[in-house]
């Protein structure tokens, strides 16, 4: 487990690097007017970007592969519009994995059956996901197969970037990427997760912007949840700890 703390502590640090090139922090939510909450708006995935993927991913006793989809990203530093695999400013990269694991700058997954040569995707909205894990603990006791993702889906702060300036949602699916649902309530930041096994429950917590100023701070609200993985409803149960 430490190596995978480790994995994400490496892959977080590098995509905040990349996308903290302002002078400026910019806030995680900006709103129409001081009072209003932000609309929930779900945009949908533009099919003319240029898209790519990686070559497919298997995790031991999934029955799909996973091939991450993405964009040839370009070094801002430079000007030019062509894309050759000579150019060291850029990079054909989306994804590193490290079983049962996936991280990097992925914008949507296509799922195939190990003995077909159908794809699937997961999703038609746009969002970039940061992280996929399959539950393979779960897998191993229950035999139900589960992926966890960490998602930007809405562009919050409204800079028409999808990135780690916005809001983190917490996902999950089977493991064909079917009954993709969002666990984490809208706009709250997914703090972190925890899987018990004694329990199979996956645990979570989010942080609520209560006063409204767009930043997630000492003065907001920590809200605490649960998931039953055994009940294939995946209700969410909210739980007070701290009370």
Sequence with gaps: MNMKKVFFAIVTLSG??????????????????????LQVVYQKIDTTELKIAD???????MDYLIHPLGKIRVNRSTNTSRYSGANSDISFSISNSND???????HNVMFQAIDSTELKPLTDRRMLIQSITFLDQIALKTQKKYLLYIIFDMDTNRDSKYDSNDIKSLYISKQNG?????LSPDMQEVLDWKIIDAKNRLYFR????INKNGEFDSNDNLNYFYVNL?????QIEKYLPNQ
Excluded at 19 to 37: G, L, W
Excluded at 55 to 61: D, G, T, V
Excluded at 206 to 209: A, K, N
């Design 100 to 106: 049962p694991e996936i991280a990097g700058v992925i």
């Design 230 to 234: 055994l009940n294939d409803s995946l």
């Design 16 to 37: 905040m690097l990349i996308s903290c090139n302002k002078t400026e922090e910019t806030p995680k939510v900006k709103y129409e007017s001081e009072v209003d909450s």
């Design 55 to 61: 070559l497919p991913i298997h995790f031991k006793s």
């Design 178 to 182: 079917e009954d993709f649902t969002k």
């Design 206 to 209: 989010t942080i609520e912007d």
